[in-house]
């Protein structure tokens, strides 16, 4: 078993969200094979950079580091990380653009499928208004919510710490709105409501 094997089996599947870390793995295995050197991660940089954004490869270059990372600090292994030895693709420039009225009343106004894709304008909506992120929405418990304080409390955030997310106006009335039969406020699957959500975004021209 090489490094990203056992990293996928024995860190990637306990994560929160592991079913695209998993995947992502499976993908580089076939991809790299079995030891990955930096020339042979040098060609699959420039071959793969040819099929996706240099933000992408990026991604996957550090689920790579880490594996090794975590291979030389807690399994005592002696191997020198790969990523360290190439060039990194440089990043494009960040998102800056802000959505405009007209393309909001297309996303909250569009027919969504099923009992999730219902939850998603709302999910939308409620980013907006609190800058949270997807992740963080959909682990968000109704335990956590305190409307009568304006605020939600967040125990699990992407960098590991607590912090507390205030509440507009605007994002209680949501929240307001929302059924309160289940332990979260959005009961849904976080990967499937990011990929409905990108579907309707191509299919709106946004």
Same mark, same amino acid.
């Given at each position: 078993m090489n490094i990203l094997e056992r990293y996928r089996d024995e860190? $990637?599947? #306990?994560?929160?969200? $592991?079913?695209? *870390?998993?995947?992502?793995?499976?993908r580089l295995l076939l991809e790299l094979g079995g030891k990955i050197t930096p020339e042979k991660l040098r060609q699959w940089?420039?071959?793969?950079?040819?099929?996706?954004?240099a933000t992408s490869v990026n991604r996957e270059l550090n689920v790579? $580091?880490?594996?090794?990372? #975590?291979?030389?600090?807690?399994?005592?292994?002696t191997v020198l990380n790969p990523v360290r030895l190439i060039v990194r693709p440089k990043n494009?420039?960040?998102?800056?653009?802000?959505?405009?009225? #007209?393309?909001?009343? &297309?996303i909250t106004g569009a027919v969504w499928r099923g009992r999730q894709g219902r939850l998603?304008?709302? @999910?939308?909506?409620?980013?907006?208004?609190?800058? @949270?992120r997807l992740g963080e929405i959909c682990t968000c418990e109704w335990r956590y919510v305190y409307e009568t304080e304006n605020f939600i409390h967040l125990t699990k955030t992407k960098n590991g710490d607590e912090r507390d997310v205030p509440l507009s106006?605007?994002?209680? *009335?949501?929240?307001?709105?929302?059924p309160r039969g289940d332990v979260r406020v959005f009961p849904v699957n976080k990967e499937s409501a990011g990929? &409905?959500?990108?579907?309707?975004?191509?299919?709106?021209?946004?």
């Open positions: 860190v $990637s599947v #306990h994560k929160d969200g $592991s079913r695209w *870390e998993v995947i992502r793995i499976n940089r420039d071959i793969r950079l040819k099929k996706v954004k790579i $580091s880490a594996a090794y990372t #975590h291979a030389i600090r807690e399994w005592g292994l494009g420039r960040g998102r800056k653009r802000r959505i405009s009225p #007209h393309e909001f009343g &297309q998603i304008p709302k @999910m939308f909506e409620l980013a907006i208004e609190t800058g @949270m106006t605007r994002a209680k *009335e949501i929240l307001a709105e929302l990929a &409905q959500f990108r579907t309707k975004l191509k299919k709106l021209n946004i």
